[in-house]
């Protein structure tokens, strides 16, 4: 028999199958489980790292139907965005009809690579129908006290025209176009994520086991938990104390001067009347023309500050302390005013050198005698106090309590937390997003929109023209409306929301994306959330996944679900990269799927991402392992049509080993020891390339056999169907296409999907025989096959019969043999 193997064909016909049939719905009975990939931001096209994210997660969710569950798989779109708001304005088509058309494009491609989505739960952000549930949940954080509009300073993106969050801004630049950021006075929406800020930090721990560790980590340090005191500190011929929170309050005796924030609320204040108003003026504007300094940045950079003309008072010891502003204090974190102890602090040890500041050691190390003359350096470890009244001689671990309290007694301080995290700032001056629904009536103030006019919908008719500020505020008929509490003119809102707001709750809607009498529907959550297995790259670790757990726990709090994590394991794929660098058009590196596809078809695109890095490692493209993989699967094709008459006679064998003869007990142990590799590397390890990596193992072991010794033995050809089958069924999740083909070749009618993962038979993995290795003196010199758990006498025996070792012993006397069961025989001559 000789047919041609014809990926696009076979692929074309399964396709319409499982479309037609709705093969991937859920509803097949059995314990649920909620797999997920991240949703694509319809861009039109997808690259070779969709191609990755999405044939991990299609094996993962092919497989657990095939372990029984029963598996929610959904895909839908991450649709607002600046993209297709500035594509609009370079081509003069509406961000709706772009995105519509790019969706249309995308879902087709994903189709075309056979990933196993139940299509009827699509979603896409920008439809109204999502959204308003998304206004919904924003009314009712504002009733809550988890929303509030503030004045504040902003990251300002003058590229994309509009606001960035915190989390939004990678070393000074706009995470979405590259360009450096600036920082800007608006007034803005604001999420309370700092309200949940303890319980997010402590979740982390409760993610151990199912989250990579790093991701766990790079969310602590985003959340950043301070432990330590709030200290006054009175300013000297003035009115008026400065509040410092420290986490060293150990070193109080030591503090010298204090440092600000060149954007401190004081910092003018304290220079006014003095010499150095001018000098602190021009330093301020020196600063703000800067861009500021990141937490990671602020330790590296040259020290640089002006003095103010002001002192403060060190609380315990009276001394008056200059008062500097300095460009590495920064005003986000704690109170934006650094008591500076030099001795003790590397950033303060630097600037009291620069401006020849006092340095005063108020902690010993053992064994050491520190002299602030010869210091080179701060020394920042432990030891005991010195300099520091009542307190010397206390290890300085200990002091930090003592002192604390003392502060406490006094009224001069008390113990305080404090988090990097800030608020999530939700406001962006765009079009394509979605609408604020908020109005503003001159007579009642800030109005949410009720519930029964939501959603406020985006205008069709507006002018997208890239200039600053929101473009819904040039359309009157959205802009003027009623108040509805007392009924006169008043305006909405013309900002819109932060698309990572639409992204840290879809997840729940795919549960219900269908419902219709409200945003979540409790039984559907109830039988599917939380996510038990999420797929998605590193760059998320704090945008996304920080939001979707505030989300997940402002939801609880407002009734909707009764959990508190949203995705159970995560897994964090590497990137797909090419001549050494991540794939991109200014790189010249892209790889397209869609000619991939066209040229070898969905089963290899899928084959070679899987087999070419385990999961979480970066995918070096290899134009070599591509060809590489294609020609596996016409390997394998060719395998089973050269046996397919024979083993279309046989069933598959069902038998125990005890009823294998000999002569084929090693294929049946082959086969059942590619299942148990498999099952470990899919479901313990979830590597894809090691699994692939035994089957082929498989599949040329299968190549010794031919139809002629199959025909002629019954049990060989029932042996070799079973060892066939196997390799269909544990390749299946991973090249579905050709797999279903295979099997409906084989004579079954039910498809492959739900088929069974094999089991092995732990009998069949028994080894008859070993290999022993004879050594004389430490030198292998012969090896021997030997029955398994052969008797140590009767090894002994065969060693010492052989040609080999007879030789290299001759006429030298026996001094020692000792023999390892299964494995070693040590002759000593």
Known sequence: MNVEYNPHAIEKKWQARWIDEKTFATGQGGEKYYLLEMFPYPSGKIHMGHVRNYSIGDVVARYQRMLGRDVLHPMGWDAFGMPAENAAIAHGVHPAAWTSRNIDEMRSQLQRMGFSYDWDRELATCDPSYYRWEQLFFTQMLEKGLVYKKKSKVNWCEDCQTVLANEQVEDGCCWRCGKETEDKDLSQWFFKITDYAEELLAGC???????????????KNWIGKSVGAEIDFAVADRDCKI???????DTLFGATFMSLAPDHPLALELAQGTIQETAVAAFIEKMRLQEPPSDRDAAKLEKEGVFTGSYSLNPLTGCKMPIYLANFVLSGYGTGAVMAVPAHDQRDFEFAKMYDLPIVVVIQPAGELLDPALMSEAYTGEGRLINSAEFDGCENRKALDLIVVHLTEKGLGKKAVTYRLRDWGVSRQRYWGTPIPVIYCDACGIVPVPEKDLPVCLPGDVELGGSGGSPLAKVESFVNTVCPRCGASARRETDTMDTFVESSWYYMR??????????LEKAAVDRWLPVDHYIGGIEHAILHLLYSRFFTKV?????????SEPFTKLLTQGMVIKDGAKMSKSKGNVVDPNALIKRYGADTARMFSLFASPPELDLEWNDQGVEGGYRFLNRLWRLVYALLPVLNEVETFAGSMAEVPQKHSGLRRKTHQTIARVRIDIEDRMHFNTAISAVMELVNELKNYDIKEARADKVLASLLREAIETVVLLLAPIVPHICEELWEELGNNKGVSYIPVPVVDSASLVKDTVLVVVQINGKVRERLTVAHDMAQDEIKKLALDSEKVRKYIGNKELRKIIVVPNKLVNIVV
């Open 510 to 519: 795919y549960a219900c994306a269908n419902y219709k009498d409200g945003s």
């Open 205 to 219: 721990d409760d993610l151990q086991g199912g989250w990579p560790e790093r991701v766990i980590t790079m969310q």
């Open 243 to 249: 509040s410092v929170f420290t986490t060293r309050q």
């Open 555 to 563: 939801l609880r709090d407002l009734g909707y679900i009764n959990f």
